[in-house]
């Protein structure tokens, strides 16, 4: 389980989270929504213990994040791929530091993701760089799943392959995914719970469905909603 106890994390004068108390439901795909600021990837920093609380703790799975690092798989916004590196050697470099690399996976998400594990990474396009990041994320059996906006800034069709390729590889039950996202829409029917937040602090949160049944909205328009006189 992944728990935030008051949390308050300021950057200088921005307050990033400020008494943030939360239980993400495990081996459940959350989705972690709100505006530009809100508090979505330092919450996701937080887990991987990246980023410090300034008050409270966070805990995985009983532990401080710093402790447990290998119990989290960690999709960044930013690109940290190395252009020298071909896709065989970025998994290599991953392989070396976490014991849960299963290669088999690798090879069949490389298969099912039309990527060719010769490709240099400065060589292929915005979109196979985004599945090359999904690829080497997913191939760990990490039981805990981050990913900050993965959809951001690439096309509908690599978007499509990307959200399909998530709920082939999602284990329901012993997995969790939390996605910090901007395209709701796209992720819309795979989501099973959802946080919004704002300056740092929980604005609503629920089941997915059970928010769509009783407010006869989508969950964009969910957001539309509670936002509308957010900042």
């Given at each position: 389980m992944i728990e935030f106890q008051h949390v308050s994390k300021a950057f200088g004068k921005a307050i990033a989270l400020n008494d943030f108390s939360h239980q993400f439901h495990p081996g459940k795909i959350t989705g972690l929504f709100g505006p530009n600021g809100a508090g979505k990837s330092t919450t996701l920093k937080m887990i991987a213990g990246l980023n410090r609380p300034d008050r409270g703790q966070v805990l995985v799975d009983g532990q401080?994040?710093?402790?447990?690092?290998e119990k989290v798989a960690f999709l960044p916004e930013i690109?940290?791929?190395y252009n020298w590196m071909t896709v065989k050697q970025a998994a290599?470099?991953?392989?070396?530091?976490?014991?849960?690399?299963?290669q088999s996976r690798f090879q069949g998400l490389l298969e099912y993701l039309d990527l060719n594990e010769d490709m240099k990474v400065a060589s292929i396009s915005k979109g196979q760089r985004a599945k090359v990041k999904l690829l080497l994320t997913l191939s760990r059996k990490a039981p805990y799943v981050l990913m900050d906006e993965?959809?951001?800034?690439i096309d509908v069709l690599t978007r499509e392959e990307i959200i399909s390729t998530l709920i082939r590889g999602f284990r329901e039950g012993e997995q969790t995914i939390i996605i910090s996202t901007h395209e709701i829409a796209e992720i819309e029917n795979i989501i099973d719970e959802v946080v919004f937040i704002d300056n740092g602090r929980i604005k609503l949160i629920g089941n997915a469905e059970d928010l769509r049944q009783e407010r006869a909205m989508s969950l964009v328009e969910i957001m539309k909603e509670a936002f509308r006189h957010a900042g």
């Open positions: 401080p994040p710093q402790q447990v690092k690109d940290h791929l290599a470099f991953l392989r070396s530091f976490y014991t849960d690399w299963d993965p959809l951001s800034g």
